[in-house]
């Protein structure tokens, strides 16, 4: 059974920084794509950034370039999403989730999803 686990959200302040964590386990997912996107109330949920597990090629969504870094601990099974210079924008529920196709971006493609984890950032 495969599980995705987010941990890491909170309270922060403007301009400051989180790392999330999403530990991901019941299959190999070597030759997966993990990604994060992000819901705020009353809004889609959308696409943060993306890594493919074998290659490490990433993606990320234009708000977050520059600020957030998407990377993976093959030895721990654990995909991380390091956010610096927070936004109040960036307030969400944050969420892991993974596709064994070719899609990085596409909310619809991804099979596996996490629980999620509140991100909130006061100005």
């Known amino acids: 059974q495969v599980q995705l686990v987010e941990s890491g959200g909170g309270l922060v302040q403007a301009g400051g920084s989180l790392r999330l964590s999403c530990a991901a386990s019941?299959?190999?997912?070597?030759?997966?794509?993990m990604g994060w996107f992000r819901q705020a109330p009353g809004k889609e949920r959308e696409f943060v950034a993306s890594?493919?597990?074998?290659?490490?090629?990433?993606y990320y969504a234009d708000s977050v370039k520059g600020r957030f870094t998407i990377s993976i601990d093959n030895a721990k099974n654990t995909v991380y999403l390091q956010m610096n210079s927070l936004k109040p924008e960036d307030t969400a529920i944050y969420y892991c989730?993974?596709?064994?196709?070719?899609?990085?971006?596409?909310?619809?493609?991804?099979?596996?999803w996490g629980q999620g984890t509140q991100v909130t950032v006061s100005s």
């Open positions: 989730a993974a596709n064994g196709g070719y899609y990085y971006t596409d909310r619809m493609r991804y099979d596996y």
């Open positions: 890594i493919r597990w074998n290659s490490g090629i990433t």
């Open positions: 019941g299959r190999t997912f070597s030759n997966y794509i």
